[in-house]
């Protein structure tokens, strides 16, 4: 099941869970625990919802360090979102936490101030060394735990560390949730927010699904794309080294843009029911342009 399809999934089905709630600004379902950081600001009233990875080695780890004072400053998040769907709340949601930096959005400055963080456990972008996948504190991973993709700011083909489909399902739960509950405008990336300095959460999270999900938006007011070539290969990367995903595209072939890059896109296949992967923009234009 690619990422996509786990976010249509976790929408589709309560999965005999009971949803998340949110109560007196704490979340509440099952395996949701508190453990206060010290690392606040002052009151918040969040319009926005920001995503992160941990770039760390564990939920545990994390936690930890973003429940710690530091002299080289000190972070922190609402939320630190296990790869088993474990959720850990580190303030509520009416107070400022310390996950956003340096940062803007929409004529706003330091991100801090209007939103609420969520980091989710991932060693973000890895190294490739001697056909060994490393994170850079050391660990090294399958290959089956590693996207290999390009960050929608560029730079490169890079190896990134996947995440959970429990993950991804209760990042959708808690992004319809927490949009649900304080009206937030938007759901973003700190990627989008500080683009110059974070990749985070980066290409293996689908960030674009979640956003249209949680806000609300319907499919349809996404922009649409024909195939214009007579056959166009469908891949599992933005670049054509990439392995296809699916038969070639016919000609004509509606689109949904999922994530515009500068020359190959991420879409998926209207009508069909999971073919979604990267394809050359020289060969899609607009529908009904
Ligand atoms: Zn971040």
């Not at 453990?35 to 009233?45: E, F, K, S, Y």
């Not at 530091?70 to 310390?98: E, M, Y």
């Not at 959005?105 to 973000?124: K, P």
Request: proline fraction near 6%.
């Amino acid at each position: 099941m690619n990422a996509r399809r786990a976010v249509a999934a976790a929408r589709g089905s309560t999965k005999g869970t009971a949803a998340l709630s949110i109560e007196n600004h704490r979340l509440v379902g099952e395996n949701v625990s508190f453990r206060p950081t010290p690392n606040v600001g002052g009151a918040l009233a969040p319009r926005y919802l920001v995503l992160h990875y941990t770039a760390g080695r564990s939920l545990e780890s994390s936690v930890e360090s973003l429940c710690t004072q530091k002299p080289q400053g000190n972070a922190s998040a609402h939320l630190v979102l296990g790869r088993d769907g474990r959720i850990v709340q580190l303030a509520p949601f009416n107070v400022v936490t310390w996950h956003a930096g340096v940062s803007q959005w929409s004529g706003l400055v330091g991100m801090n101030q209007y939103a609420v963080g969520v980091e989710m456990d991932n060693a973000g972008v890895m190294q490739q060394i001697g056909g060994q996948y490393t994170a850079w504190f050391g660990k090294v991973y399958p290959a089956s735990e590693v996207l290999l993709a390009e960050h929608k700011h560029g730079g490169g083909v890079k190896p990134w560390h996947a995440y959970t489909e429990a993950q991804i399902a209760r990042a959708l739960e808690l992004a319809e949730l927490l949009v649900a509950h304080y009206g937030l405008e938007d759901v973003l990336g700190h990627e989008d927010i500080a683009p110059h300095r974070k990749t985070d959460p980066g290409p293996a999270f689908p960030l674009g699904a979640v956003k249209s999900r949680a806000i609300g938006r319907t499919d349809d007011a996404l922009p649409r794309y024909v195939v214009i070539s007579p056959s166009l290969n469908i891949r599992k990367g933005p670049d054509a080294s990439f392995e296809t995903v699916a038969p070639a595209l016919r000609k004509n072939t509606e689109l949904q843009m999922l994530e515009p890059g500068a020359r190959w896109s991420r879409v998926e296949v209207i009508g069909a029911t999971d073919i979604e992967g990267w394809v050359n923009n020289s060969f899609i234009v607009k529908a009904g342009g």
